[in-house]
């Protein structure tokens, strides 16, 4: 299984984006998947997750309310919608696989990683 994360870009301040991420190959949609973000000299920290189910739905903190996280599994995609962007959510954004059916907030819970993709925000 590959996961492939697009979407990225510059925005300025407010503005939306929002990341895909297609898992191509024997893909499952029996685990949990989720986002993660590392900015320039910090480490990768979790932004949203998903059950296997798409019931149960986790955020930071810092993205509640202005992110969303789902899925469509007909066309095995998970997607971030990102609304109200700040310049704080500047990063390379990075999808991943979940061990488990649910989705935890910890990296070493992910099994399977995307390529990253960047997104900027401008003040």
């Known amino acids: 299984v590959q996961l492939q994360a697009s979407g990225g870009g510059l925005v300025q301040a407010g503005g939306s984006l929002r990341l895909p991420c297609v898992a191509s190959g024997r893909t499952s949609s029996n685990n949990g998947m989720g986002w993660f973000r590392q900015a320039p000299g910090k480490e990768r920290e979790f932004v949203a997750g998903?059950?296997?189910?798409?019931?149960?739905?986790s955020y930071a903190d810092s993205v509640k309310g202005r992110f969303t996280i789902s899925r469509e599994y007909a066309a095995n995609t998970m997607y971030l919608q990102m609304n109200d962007l700040e310049p704080e959510d500047t990063a390379v954004y990075y999808c991943?696989?979940?061990?488990?059916?649910?989705?935890?907030?910890?990296?070493?819970?992910?099994?399977?990683w995307g390529q990253g993709t960047q997104v900027t925000v401008s003040s």
């Open positions: 998903i059950s296997w189910n798409g019931r149960y739905r």
């Open positions: 991943a696989t979940a061990r488990q059916a649910v989705a935890g907030t910890g990296a070493d819970q992910y099994m399977r």
